[in-house]
C-alpha cells in the first residue's frame, strides 16, 4: 500500500471510514512512561503546547503572543472597523443626554449576551437602557419594521440592534421613515447594497477595511464588545469621566466568552484572547445570573470553554427555542440573585423540554433520511416540528451523514411559510448559498454565515431548493468530502494517558471551532470490556501492553459503524483509539480517560 505524506500507523479507512493524519509534526510519546522518554526532560510541557500551536498556524516568531493569548496583544484598533467611530459617537451621545434608548436583541445566545453586554455597559454609564427580544415563534429572525417603528413610538430615539439588522433592509427603511436612528451591531454576511442606518458596524461587511475584515470571524457579543471600547473612549475624549471612574470593561468578558463559544465563532485570533480572559472572569463569579447559571447547570469548579458550549449555552438558548425570549438578557442583567436563581432554574427545565421535542425531530428527520441519499445537501422538512430545534437537529444530523443539512419546520409562521436551519460543513459556505437562494427568488428570507444559516420558505418552492443547492455546493462538498481525515496531535502509549499530560494539553487551549482541541491516539490496545451506558453512550475498559489500563467512552455511538464494531468486535483483536483526552473525577482521585472520536484495528 502507497501511503499518503502524514499518514498515522497506516490507517486509511478507520472504523468510521476516515484516513489518520498527523495536524503537525509527530510528537511520538509512545515510551512516555518511560525511565528514558522525553517525559523525564523538563521541557516536555513546553514542546507539547509549542507543537500545539505550531500546528495550528502559528509562526514560530508569534509564539508567545499565542502561548498567554491576552487582549493587549490581540485587540485592534475599534476604529478600523467601518461605522465603528459613528455608532461610539451616536451612543456617547446617548448617554450624555440621556436619551431613551433600546437595545434590540436575538434569542439565541450571542443575541442575549450581545444585549446583556450593551445594557451593562449603558449601566456602568449611568444609562438604563430598555431592551426588546422578538419571540422566536410569532416574529421570527431579525427587526421586523413593525417592532422598530413600535419601540420608537414608545419614546425611544435610538436603537441598536445586535446580532442582526445586517440584511433588514424593509424594517431599518420603515425605521428611519418613524424618525429613530438605528445602530447595527452584526455579524452575518452582508449584500453589497446595506440598509438604511445610522451606523452598521459588521467585520463582514463588503466594503470593511483589511483590518476588520480580519476580524470577520468575530461573533455579534466581541463586536459589541469593540463598540463597548470605542464608546468609553468617546465619552473620554469628551470629559465624562473626570468626575467618575470609567467602567471596568473586562468585567464583560465573562458574557463575550459565553456568546462566542456557544455561537461556535472560530477561536483564533482576538477571538481565543477573548475567551481565555472571559473565562478568568467567569470563575470569579461577579455577574449575578452568570454565577446562577453555573450552579444551575450543577458545576461544581470554574467552567471551562466545553461548558459554555453544553451546560451554559443550551440553557440561555432553551429560552429563545421554547419558552420565553427575554429570560437570557433578563439573567444576565439582573443584579438580584433570588431572580437569578428563579430564572436559571427555569431556563434549566426548559432545557429538558427542549431535549425531549428535539429528540421527537430529530427522529421524524431521520426516518427521511433514505429518500435523501442522491441529494449533496440534505433537505429534510415535516410539519408539526417546532422552529426552536431545528438547528440543533440540522448539526446532528450533518454530524452523523457527514454532508451540509438544513432542517425545516414546515407552517411555521401564519403565511404557511415554513422555516428552516441549516448546518454546514468545514469548506462549503451555506450562509453564501441562502443569501443566493435569497436573491434567486427561491427563498423569501435568508442569510446566515459559511457554517450556519437560517431561511424562510414557501413549501412549495422545496423541491427546487434542494436542486438548486445541489448544483451550486455539489462540487465543494465532493470535495469536502474526499479530503475526510482524522487530524491527530500526538501519540501515547497507554501509561501515558495521565491527568498531568491532559493538563498540559489544555494549556494550549481554550479550544473550539478554528483552535481545535488536541486528538490523541492510544494504542495499541485490547478490549476488556464494551457496553452501553447512557444515552446510547458506548463505553470501554482497554488494557495496552505496557500493562496501564483505562476507560474510554464514544457518546452516541452505539448505532453507529464505529460502536457497533467495538461493541461485538473480537476481542483478540488489538485497536487503536483516538479523541481527547480528559479528566475523569468522580473517584477519589482524578484519573485520565478517552472520549473517542475515532478507532482503527491495529492489525
Not at 23 to 44: E, F, I, V, Y
Not at 55 to 64: A, F, I, M, T, W
Not at 116 to 132: C, E, F, Q, S, W
Not at 336 to 359: F, G, K, T, V
Request: with cysteine; glycine share 12%; hydrophobic share 45%.
Amino acid at each position: 500500500m502507497t501511503l499518503r505524506p502524514g499518514s498515522v500507523f497506516a490507517i486509511e479507512s478507520s472504523l468510521s471510514g476516515k484516513a489518520w493524519r498527523w495536524r503537525g509534526g509527530n510528537m511520538d510519546l509512545a515510551g512516555a512512561t518511560g525511565g528514558d522518554s522525553p517525559a523525564g526532560h523538563g521541557g516536555l510541557e513546553h514542546d507539547i503546547v509549542t507543537q500545539l500551536l505550531l500546528s495550528r498556524g502559528v509562526p514560530h516568531d508569534d509564539l508567545e503572543r499565542h502561548r498567554n493569548p491576552s487582549l493587549r496583544a490581540f485587540l485592534p484598533d475599534p476604529s478600523a472597523f467601518r461605522d465603528m467611530d459613528a455608532a461610539a459617537e451616536r451612543l456617547a451621545q446617548a448617554v450624555l443626554t440621556g436619551e431613551t434608548l433600546t437595545v434590540y436583541g436575538d434569542y439565541d445566545v450571542d443575541g442575549a449576551t450581545s444585549a446583556a453586554l450593551l445594557i451593562r455597559l449603558l449601566r456602568m454609564l449611568g444609562h438604563d437602557a430598555r431592551y426588546y427580544i422578538p419571540d422566536r415563534l410569532l416574529e421570527g429572525y431579525g427587526p421586523s419594521g413593525e417592532a422598530l417603528v413600535r419601540i420608537a413610538g414608545e419614546g425611544s430615539s435610538l436603537i441598536v440592534t445586535v446580532d442582526c439588522g445586517a440584511m433588514a433592509h424593509e424594517a431599518l427603511g420603515m425605521a428611519h421613515d418613524a424618525g429613530v436612528d438605528v445602530i447595527v451591531v452584526d455579524h452575518h454576511k452582508c449584500s453589497t447594497d446595506l440598509p438604511r442606518a445610522a451606523a452598521l458596524v459588521n467585520p463582514n461587511r463588503l466594503d470593511e477595511s483589511d483590518t476588520g475584515a480580519a476580524h470577520g470571524h468575530l461573533a455579534a457579543v466581541g463586536v459589541a464588545f469593540l463598540l463597548a471600547v470605542a464608546t468609553v473612549r468617546a465619552l473620554r475624549l469628551r470629559g465624562f469621566f473626570a468626575s467618575r471612574a470609567e467602567p471596568d470593561l473586562f468585567a464583560l468578558l465573562d458574557l463575550v466568552a459565553l456568546g462566542t463559544v456557544a455561537d461556535v465563532a472560530a477561536l483564533h485570533g482576538l477571538n481565543r484572547a477573548l475567551v481565555a480572559q472571559g473565562l478568568k472572569v467567569m470563575a470569579r463569579r461577579e455577574n449575578v445570573g452568570m454565577s446562577a447559571l453555573i450552579d444551575a447547570s450543577r458545576l461544581s469548579r470554574a467552567p471551562t470553554c466545553s461548558d459554555l458550549g453544553f451546560a451554559l449555552g443550551p440553557r440561555i438558548n432553551a429560552g429563545g427555542r421554547v419558552g420565553e425570549s427575554t429570560l437570557g438578557v433578563r439573567l444576565l442583567t439582573t443584579t438580584d440573585p433570588d431572580e437569578a436563581a428563579d430564572i436559571a432554574a427555569q431556563l434549566s427545565r426548559l432545557n429538558e423540554e427542549r431535549r425531549a421535542i428535539e429528540a421527537s425531530v430529530q427522529e421524524a428527520a431521520e426516518e427521511q433520511l433514505d429518500r435523501q441519499h442522491n441529494r449533496a445537501v440534505l433537505l429534510l422538512a415535516g410539519r408539526g416540528w417546532h422552529p426552536g430545534v431545528i438547528g440543533i437537529v440540522a448539526g446532528r444530523i450533518k454530524e452523523k451523514t457527514g454532508k451540509p443539512a438544513v432542517v425545516i419546520a414546515l407552517d411555521a409562521d401564519e403565511a404557511g411559510h415554513g422555516k428552516g436551519s441549516g448546518r454546514s460543513i468545514a469548506g462549503v459556505d451555506l450562509g453564501a448559498a441562502i443569501i443566493a437562494a435569497r436573491e434567486a427568488g427561491l427563498l423569501v428570507a435568508g442569510g446566515g454565515h459559511a457554517m450556519a444559516a437560517g431561511l424562510t420558505i414557501d413549501p412549495g418552492k422545496l423541491e427546487a431548493l434542494g436542486d438548486w443547492l445541489d448544483e451550486r455546493l455539489g462540487g465543494a462538498i465532493v470535495a469536502a468530502m474526499a479530503q475526510r481525515s482524522l487530524l491527530l496531535d500526538l501519540a501515547l502509549a497507554p501509561g501515558g494517558l495521565t491527568p498531568e499530560l491532559v493538563g498540559t494539553l489544555e494549556s494550549a487551549g481554550p479550544f473550539g471551532m478554528g483552535w481545535p482541541g488536541p486528538r490523541v491516539a492510544v494504542g495499541p490496545l485490547r478490549l476488556l470490556k464494551a457496553d452501553i451506558v447512557g444515552n446510547d453512550h458506548v463505553r470501554l475498559i482497554v488494557r495496552g501492553d505496557d500493562g496501564a489500563s483505562f476507560k474510554a467512552i464514544a457518546f452516541r455511538a452505539a448505532e453507529s459503524d464505529m460502536g457497533q464494531a467495538l461493541l461485538h468486535g473480537s476481542r483478540d483483536r488489538k485497536v487503536w483509539l483516538a479523541g481527547r483526552a480528559r479528566i475523569d473525577d468522580w473517584g477519589s482521585r482524578p484519573q485520565a480517560e478517552l472520549h473517542i472520536e475515532d478507532a482503527a484495528w491495529s492489525d
